[in-house]
């Protein structure tokens, strides 16, 4: 019924920047956050920002706060990830995720994925 699409993913040098876009067709709801996830080599995914419905609300994990910004566009039923001083750490399959509902940083939170964009960060 939803599908997302995540695009902007690329290969940048330490402290460059990309921008992620998420791209939601189908069904939509009322009220629903989105929010964005990363999955690194060896490691369990991981929550990295989610914003609100109305855009108003908006939360971030401790180790993109300042460097990464999300927002979204409504009647594009896009979202944002603006990732600037991007970080070797940072090198991850990036997926997008739809909640319907508040705002929430768990994986099992969100009921639509896209299939997720690389991101990978140099050295």
């Known amino acids: 019924q939803v599908q997302l699409v995540e695009s902007g993913g690329g290969l940048v040098q330490a402290g460059g920047s990309l921008r992620l876009s998420c791209a939601a067709s189908?069904?939509?709801?009322?009220?629903?956050?989105m929010g964005w996830f990363r999955q690194a080599p060896g490691k369990e995914r991981e929550f990295v920002a989610v914003?609100?419905?109305?855009?108003?609300?908006?939360d971030y994990a401790d180790s993109v706060k300042g460097r990464f910004t999300i927002s979204r566009d409504i009647a594009k039923n896009t979202v944002y990830l603006q990732m600037n001083l991007l970080k070797p750490e940072d090198t991850a399959v990036y997926y997008c995720?739809?909640?319907?509902?508040?705002?929430?940083?768990?994986?099992?939170?969100?009921?639509?994925w896209g299939q997720g964009t690389q991101v990978t960060v140099s050295s």
């Open positions: 189908g069904r939509s709801f009322r009220s629903y956050a």
């Open positions: 914003i609100s419905w109305s855009g108003g609300s908006t």
């Open positions: 995720a739809r909640r319907p509902g508040g705002t929430a940083t768990a994986v099992d939170d969100y009921d639509y």
